[in-house]
């Protein structure tokens, strides 16, 4: 999980694409581009929600609730980027990534008969669940999971290997995920007892 | 109406193309059903099925004849003519010449015998109309005479007498068959639409010209006796017509696989009204798991390896209420339509080809992309599934469609459609803003679609689904579906 971004980020036009009740969520667009990075990157944000680092050579389409990101090494082999607000779990940020990697698996047609799912999660000090399921069906696929407050990015593809490059260009992006709204541990403390 | 009445209206009525009222025209929907043509003069026949004297029928009588022949193609799976390589029928209002065989009269205005029909081993018979009853026997007998010849597609004269001596050994019972093994539930539904005849013995005096004759002479009676024929042949192999039927059902199916004791028994039970005549088989056996709609994936695609890629797929789609829908979880989860999938909680029939029959709970419903999803209630966790594609298609890509187009037109007539229809077209385009409304889905394309087709899905070349059908625009008549980029996001969600 990456670290905030030090300099202060350009704001852009949102375009809201989508329009009905609930959530509205705009065009990721570019903040901020930098060349100090392992790989030359410029920074997007979606609305207040998060921001992240995507290389320069990748083609970007915004969809709206998703982007969709194309390497230039792998062209054919699109990377998607969903966010959703609220959660679609009312169990917090870690059953949210956690049902998030299941639901996925499940509606890719690894059953239940399949073998394990065994989805692996870790949570940083300030409450981010981030969690990676691989498997392999008739394809191979890789879903990345992040969840934060009330957030909940999902990230997946598919290839023919699951040793194809694309999951760990996947798996980079997502690592430098920086969340808006980052609420630190300390800011909910636990009340005293019979304070209620 | 107020004019978002009227759009709302518009939009849930024409889902698909609007209904063809006109007469259906039974030349054409038995070429379509077959695969084979209908012709009615001697100068679109083989020669090899001709006899000397066949004078035409009126157009009136062609059409009856049409009509005719019809319903009684409709006792073979669809495009089976085809399969194996019976690729004309010709109907003339009489068949005479002058070389007789000993089993039929002399007849002046014919100027020779009278015959009924001829098969010949060029893919072509010729059948004779004299009257009404006549006619499906001479073509029931006459087609069994091509299936007689015909192992697994091929025709071959030498077939046609390789089983001779297996059909005497069990007629004669030295080498009976066993019996057919229907359920009791299966049993039950013949019996319900039985007449009580029983073949127990030869069919008739002609049967003696030949164990050719004998056969295909059985094929016109069992084809004109379905459920009686079945169920003697279950409840009593003893008797010698039992046996023929036995062995006749074994030659069916080495000529084609489709044509399975269970498709017969889906005819059969199709027939129980003379309304279902006119109606296509439905799928009643819940328990035997025979597929019977597969053919149609044969019928429609030429290529091998699209047609092996859907037939992977085929068992996976599903009848959801009067949509349709596909299985992408073995424990049974259905992607459908929203409009087709309605409200959280809705409860549906769900069908799949093989006959089994389950109930399901739609669990997400999303009205704005037009998706949902719907859990079956009590279904193994082996059901077969079609899996998403790992990335969207793009224009020009093939797509093919397998839905469940409406049996009646809007205004109540009936359309002769068939369950899980087959159509294959491409990806036209798509509209802007991909994750947009979806009332007329964002991706284009050319499959051919009908009114309960939504919910459909759009299978690739590799049998991965790139999109589902659940629209279609009035104006233009370009089919709709809801694009994969907003499956992927509501999977991803729900």
């Known amino acids: 999980m990456g670290s905030h971004h030090p300099v202060p980020l350009q704001e852009l036009n949102f375009i809201v694409f989508r329009e009905r009740s609930g959530p509205l969520f705009a065009l990721a667009m570019p903040a901020h581009t930098t060349h100090t ?14 921001e992240l680092d995507v290389p320069l050579s990748a083609e970007v389409r915004d969809l709206g609730e998703m982007v969709e ?79 934060w407050n009330n957030h909940l990015v999902v990230a997946f593809s598919a290839a023919a290997r699951p040793d194809a490059g694309i999951f760990d260009r996947a798996e980079a992006l997502l690592a430098s995920l920086r969340p808006g709204e980052l609420i630190v541990s300390g800011t909910y403390l636990p009340e005293a007892a019979g304070d209620f | 109406m107020t004019s ?32 084979a043509r ?30 005719i022949l019809l319903a009684h193609a409709r006792h073979y799976p669809q495009g089976t003519f085809k399969r194996i390589g019976l690729t004309t029928v010709a109907v003339f ?69 390789e089983d001779d001596q297996r059909f005497a050994d069990a007629f004669t019972r030295r080498d009976p068959y066993p019996a057919l093994d229907l359920d009791a539930r299966t049993v039950a539904s013949l019996r319900g639409v039985a007449e009580g005849d029983v073949l127990e013995e030869a069919v008739g005096e002609y049967a003696q010209k030949s164990a050719g004759e004998d056969q295909a002479e059985t094929a016109r009676w069992f084809q004109t006796n379905l459920a009686d024929g079945l169920l003697q042949a279950t409840l009593r192999p003893e008797l010698a017509g039992s046996q023929r039927i036995l062995h006749l059902l074994r030659e069916y199916q080495k000529a084609s696989p489709g044509m399975s004791p269970e498709w017969f028994v889906a005819v059969a039970l199709s027939q129980g009204t003379r309304e279902a005549q006119k109606k296509p088989p439905e799928p009643q056996l819940q328990q035997t798991r025979s597929n019977v709609w597969l053919d149609k994936v044969d019928a429609e695609i030429d290529d091998p390896d699209l047609r092996r890629a859907i037939r ?7 009848r959801i209420g009067n949509g349709s829908g596909v299985n992408i979880d073995p424990s049974g989860l259905i992607l459908t339509a929203g409009h087709v999938s309605d409200a959280v909680g809705d409860r549906f029939n769900v069908a799949f080809p093989d006959g089994r029959r389950f109930v399901g709970v739609t669990v997400a419903s999303d009205k704005f992309l037009d998706l949902g999803l719907v859990r079956l209630e009590d279904a193994p966790d082996d059901l077969p599934i079609a899996r998403i594609a790992g990335a969207a298609p793009h224009v020009g890509d093939t797509v093919v469609v397998i839905g469940q187009p409406g049996t009646r037109t809007p205004d109540g007539e009936p359309t ?47 049998g991965r689904i790139v999109a589902l059908h659940n629209s279609w625009d009035s104006k233009t008549a370009m089919r709709h579906a809801v694009p994969w980029e907003a499956i992927t996001l509501f999977l991803s969600k729900n």
Request: charged content about 20%; overall charge negative; some cysteine.
């Open chain 1, 37 to 50: 990075r392992p790989m030359s990157t410029e920074a997007w944000r979606w609305g207040d929600m998060f």
């Open chain 2, 312 to 318: 992977g797929v085929q068992p996976a789609t599903v």
């Open chain 1, 69 to 147: 990101l194309r390497f230039a090494e792998e062209p054919a082999t699109p990377l998607l980027l969903a966010a959703f607000s609220p959660l679609p779990t009312s169990g917090g940020p870690e059953q949210a990534v956690h049902g998030a990697l299941e639901r996925f698996a499940l509606s890719r047609g690894f059953g239940r008969g399949s073998g394990p799912l065994r989805p692996e999660l870790s949570v940083d000090p300030q409450g981010v669940v981030a969690g990676r399921l691989a498997f392999v069906t008739d394809l191979a696929w890789e879903v990345l999971a992040i969840a």
């Open chain 2, 416 to 462: 002769n459609y068939e369950p899980w229809h087959v159509s294959v077209g491409e990806i036209r385009g798509f509209m802007p803003n991909i994750l947009g409304k979806q009332s007329l889905g964002r991706t284009k394309h050319s499959a051919w679609t009908y009114w309960g087709h939504s919910g459909s899905p759009l299978f690739d070349t590799s």
């Open chain 2, 93 to 161: 209002a009489g068949c005479g010449d002058p070389e007789g065989d000993g089993f039929r009269p002399w007849i002046d205005s014919l100027n020779g015998y009278r015959y009924f029909g001829r098969w010949h081993a060029v893919g072509a018979i010729a059948a004779c109309y004299y009257d009404d009853g006549q006619l499906p026997l001479t073509f029931h007998h006459e087609v069994f005479h091509h299936i007689d010849a015909t192992r697994g597609g091929k025709t071959d004269y030498g077939y046609f007498n």
């Open chain 2, 4 to 35: 978002i009445a009227a759009l709302l209206v518009a939009w849930l009525l024409p889902q698909a193309p609007a209904p063809d009222l006109r007469e259906v025209d039974p030349v054409q929907a038995f070429a379509d059903w077959t695969g």
């Open chain 2, 38 to 67: 209908l012709v009615f003069t001697r100068k679109q026949t083989p020669s090899q099925v001709l006899y000397a004297t066949t004078p035409q029928l009126s157009p009136t009588r062609r059409r009856e004849a049409a009509t």
